[in-house]
């Protein structure tokens, strides 16, 4: 058995002799090098016929089943391992950079954005005042994108931290041998692990999936992340008092996620925030412990002020057992402090003592969140004031951060669902109350009188979309005032369908009367998806603004109306180059519109992991947001792998969250140098309007389904259990109503990634062709000096660079109609070849990525990797597709068919 040694860490070795034409690049790092080497004895030990899968070689000795299995097992676990010895190099080299530069030469970290500021001569005060609106909230989606088991994920997070601790310096011999060995072992065991879900998860699952990385990274990185702002701000101005809110939260829509998924109920929702709430209220009982063992202050070495000392004596009388919890501490005050905390948090934690009005209860149960803060800042203050600042910022202040962040219910969970079922809600509710058809009596239902005679809703769909609203109203009072967030209205085509909304909040009981004047006590954000509605967006919002009511409930929230903009429909309807420049527009127009209202707006980007649903490198996707949107505030979607990715490991996860914060910090500070190229508006929509008739052309050709629905495993998608949300929305097989994320998963896995590149070439040459020497230097200025344009070209090569035409052909092949086929396979190589070429003349490059060195060195890698699996995919899909049902070697292909989707999925990092 190899063992791990520094020599893993040096040059790679030299090419091995005899290697063949489909040899993979040598691995580049130590890191990669010994999980690599270590795979390969697993393998060598498990299922020797698929070694030469790790080289780029043959799947499986023979054409059976289960030896191409194996093998494209082999080739997605090293799929997976991968991104782990490049997530473990991408951590040391910034190690290395904070070491030799200091780390606010750190790209992506507050110390360098303060830094910045600070050489700009940025006062005090303006950094007072942005940081008095500082909000960002990832938002954990329910959408099934997580192709890999969370038992899968854990084991993963185990090699990660063995890689770690090997880098150690102070680890002997001995120590490095012992580490190799758990190594190869949990190789070994993830070798051993099933890839595959054998059921559909339910919401119940997939609420432990989310809360999976609550507990793994995200509940401890809260504190770290102030910290880093506070000392990057404590940095660069001393002297400075900066009160620093609690700028992070985290944001969910797993278990509130409705919208086409049958199986999220009431019932359901319920379930998920109770679960939700037991994370939170276990993990403040060890952190309070912890805290408690740390803090065994005695009270004759420190001055504690008579006003805690008083504050004490009272919490102790309020518990039954308070003259046993300080004799069991006697001197040592914080912990008697503590042990009341501890004491009133086992009260919370027991929901059926708190049903029971605290009956035997030896302390009062806390009834908010914000009274367990009260008491943290309490003892926070005292520890100050007894000249233990230190102490209190390393012991008390992180605890605080933590319930500040998280409070009783881990999350702020959001409630979606289509604006259809809505307003059949509301339509049945009109009916029942004899209201005539149209905006008036809405209107007028919205400023009357809740009146508990009035008739309600009585079909089942329209009492469970009713009742949505009442479960608000409870749980709020049980579980935490801040349990959901808002109310996410899919599908915004008017302003009545927000209306809708309000007007079933109201009757939820959700709107606050102050003296005969109502607002609604709960968010409501409409969702605009496609090309046409991001185009109606603000003229909506107009409308709304001029709502009596919608204006009250936006300033008695804050001042401020939520907007969501979906990033996957909106290029599934017009193509990428289109959906990218009517999100800029449309988050400009909104801007204005809500300044023109006296509001206030926050974007919200529903963004997918992958390049076609939005996924962008965060710094430069935030960079290219139009200028004056973001103001401080932020909201993102998070979904499947890119939450694994993200937040699967405590380090990279602390590095993204910063990052995020940070960028949304960096480009909230107004500026006066952002000068628009003149022409650029009318350039760009020059190419959006090609690019989407091209994009069209494609969509609406009459064999695009035909071609579509056998060139790639669409339909067996739903065989891989990835989630408990259907892939359609309703039940028609048209592209309407297919979802946007298994549009884009099936073009990653046929290597055509359709949605990601096409209509730019026929943009391009358009444009070029219309207005010549002027347009070819328009262009260039543009690709130079405009974010929107640059993130559009350079996002678009990435992609251009894993499209294979030789794949594109071999999946071809499976289109059983020859007038379909090459109808569309014509139209799809045509423009491949035009925007290669295209990209190519604006970019100055020989070939796609030549600017992107390291990711085409990691995606050469993968690429040459996968070659096989795509093959054997193809073959496996004729094989499956060819069988009865019945037929019992179908199911052995249909199990090596679904490890084939999971391994390309693994090596592209994304399924969509």
């Given at each position: ?11 790679p ?40 899968a790790?080289d ?40 290395r ?63 990660y931290?063995?890689l770690?601790r ?21 190789l ?26 609550f ?29 620093l ?42 952190r309070?412990?912890e805290?408690?063992r ?42 008697q ?5 501890q ?14 009005g ?12 914000d ?9 926070e203050?005292?520890l ?17 951060r933590e ?34 058809e ?32 009442t ?49 609604c ?20 919002m ?26 996957s ?42 390049v ?13 947001q ?14 499947g ?5 993200k ?33 650029l508006?009318?350039a ?24 579509y ?10 065989l891989l ?21 298994p ?81 569309v ?27 992107f ?55 592209f990092?994304?399924?969509?």
């Amino acid at each position: 058995m190899a063992v791990a040694t520094r020599a893993h860490f040096r040059a790679p070795p030299a090419v091995p002799v005899g290697a063949t034409a489909m040899e993979l690049p040598t691995p580049e790092s130590g890191a990669e090098r010994l999980l690599v080497d270590m795979l390969r004895q697993v393998v060598m030990l498990r299922a020797p016929e698929s070694a030469a899968a790790l080289d780029g070689g043959q799947l499986g000795d023979d054409s059976s089943s289960d030896s191409i299995a194996r093998s494209l097992q082999t080739v997605g676990l090293l799929s997976q391992i991968l991104p782990i010895a490049e997530l473990h190099d991408a951590m040391a080299a910034r190690q290395r950079v904070e070491r030799e530069r200091g780390f606010e030469s750190l790209a992506g970290t507050f110390s360098k954005v303060i830094a910045e500021w600070k050489q700009l001569g940025v006062p005090a005060d303006t950094v007072r005042e942005l940081l008095r609106t500082f909000r960002v909230v990832p938002t954990i989606t329910a959408h099934p994108t997580e192709a890999k088991r969370v038992t899968v994920l854990e084991k993963l997070r185990g090699i990660y931290t063995l890689l770690v601790r090997l880098d150690s310096p102070l680890v002997t011999h001995r120590e490095r041998a012992m580490l190799a060995e758990d190594l190869r072992t949990e190789l070994d065991l993830l070798w051993m692990t099933g890839e595959l879900k054998l059921e559909k998860p339910t919401v119940a699952q997939e609420v432990a999936w989310a809360l999976h990385f609550f507990d793994t990274t995200l509940f401890g990185l809260v504190w770290q992340l102030h910290d880093s702002l506070a000392l990057a701000l404590a940095e660069q101005y001393p002297g400075e008092h900066f009160d620093l809110p609690s700028f992070i939260e985290f944001g969910s829509w797993v278990g509130g996620d409705r919208d086409g998924n049958p199986n999220v109920t009431n019932e359901v929702t319920r379930a998920a925030l109770q679960e939700y709430r037991a994370k939170s209220l276990h993990r403040y009982q060890r952190r309070v412990a912890e805290m408690s063992r740390a803090l065994s202050i005695s009270e004759r070495s420190s001055n504690f002020s008579p006003a805690f000392k008083t504050a004490l004596e009272r919490a102790l009388e309020a518990s039954n057992d308070g003259e046993r919890l300080a004799a069991r501490n006697p001197g040592e005050l914080c912990r008697q402090w503590l042990s009341v905390v501890q004491r009133r948090l086992a009260a919370t934690v027991s929901e059926s003592q708190r049903k029971r009005g605290g009956e035997g209860l030896t302390s009062p149960p806390y009834a908010t969140a914000d009274d367990l803060i009260a008491d943290l800042k309490t003892l926070e203050k005292a520890l100050i004031e007894a000249d233990c600042a230190g102490i209190a910022r390393a012991t008390v202040v992180p605890v605080r951060r933590e319930v500040e962040a998280f409070r009783f219910s881990s999350v702020r969970l959001d409630l979606r669902q289509g604006s259809g079922l809505y307003n059949a809600a509301v339509d049945e509710l009109r009916k029942a109350r004899g209201g005539e058809e149209g905006a008036q009596w809405l209107r007028d239902a919205l400023t009357r009188p809740r009146r508990e005679s009035d008739p309600g809703v009585t079909s089942p769909a329209a009492t469970e979309t009713a009742g949505m609203f009442t479960l608000v109203r409870e749980l709020r009072a049980s579980i935490d005032r801040k349990a959901f967030g808002s109310v996410i209205i899919s599908n915004t085509q008017s302003a009545a369908d927000v209306l809708n909304v309000y007007l079933l909040a109201k009757e939820g009981g959700l709107f606050h009367d102050a003296a005969g004047v109502e607002s609604c006590t709960i968010p409501v954000v409409p969702l605009f998806e496609t090309i046409e509605d991001l185009r109606r967006a603000p003229a909506i919002m107009r409308e709304l603004f001029a709502v009596p009511v919608v204006k009250r409930s936006v300033r008695a929230q804050g001042g401020v109306q939520e907007v969501m903009i979906g990033y996957s429909d909106s290029n599934k309807d017009g193509g990428f180059l289109t959906s990218n420049w009517e999100l800029y527009q449309a988050q400009k127009k909104l801007t204005r519109a809500a300044a023109e209202s006296g509001v206030e707006l926050s974007f919200f980007h529903g963004r997918g992991g992958s390049v076609s649903r939005g996924g962008a490198p965060t710094h430069r996707a935030i960079a290219a947001q139009p200028p004056g949107t973001i103001r401080g505030r932020m909201r993102t979607t998070e979904q499947g792998e890119v939450v694994s990715f993200k937040f699967g490991y405590p380090d990279a996860a602390l590095y993204q969250l910063e990052l995020l914060a940070s960028s949304v910090l960096e480009y909230s500070l107004p500026s006066d140098e952002v000068v628009p190229v003149p022409g650029l508006e009318e350039a760009m929509e020059a190419l959006s309007g090609a690019a989407f008739a091209a994009y069209r052309g494609l969509i609406q050709h009459p064999g695009l389904i035909e071609y579509y629905t056998a060139a790639t495993p669409l339909e067996e998608l739903q065989l891989l259990n990835i989630g408990s949300r259907p892939a359609r929305r309703g039940g028609t097989r048209s592209l309407a109503d297919l979802r946007a994320i298994p549009w884009v998963f099936a073009w990653t896995q046929n290597r055509h990634l359709v949605p990601g590149w096409y209509g730019v070439g026929s943009a391009l040459r358009a444009f070029l062709s219309v207005r010549g020497a002027r347009g070819e230097a328009m262009l260039r200025r543009m690709f130079a000096e405009t974010p929107i344009f640059r993130l559009i070209i350079d996002e678009v090569e990435k992609t251009l660079a894993q499209v294979d035409l030789s794949l594109v052909r071999a999946y071809a092949s499976l289109v059983p109609n020859e007038l379909a086929r090459a109808g569309v396979l014509s139209l799809i190589e045509t423009e491949y070849d035009r925007t290669v070429k295209a990209v190519l003349y604006l970019t100055g490059e020989s070939a796609l990525a030549e600017r992107f060195p390291q990711f085409k060195r990691r995606m050469a890698r993968r690429l040459g990797m996968l070659e096989r699996a795509h093959y054997e995919q193809i073959e496996l899909l004729r094989r499956v597709r060819g069988k009865a049902s019945a037929d019992a070697q179908r199911d052995d292909d249909l199990a090596a068919l679904l490890l084939s989707i999971n391994c390309i999925a693994a090596g592209f990092g994304t399924t969509g």
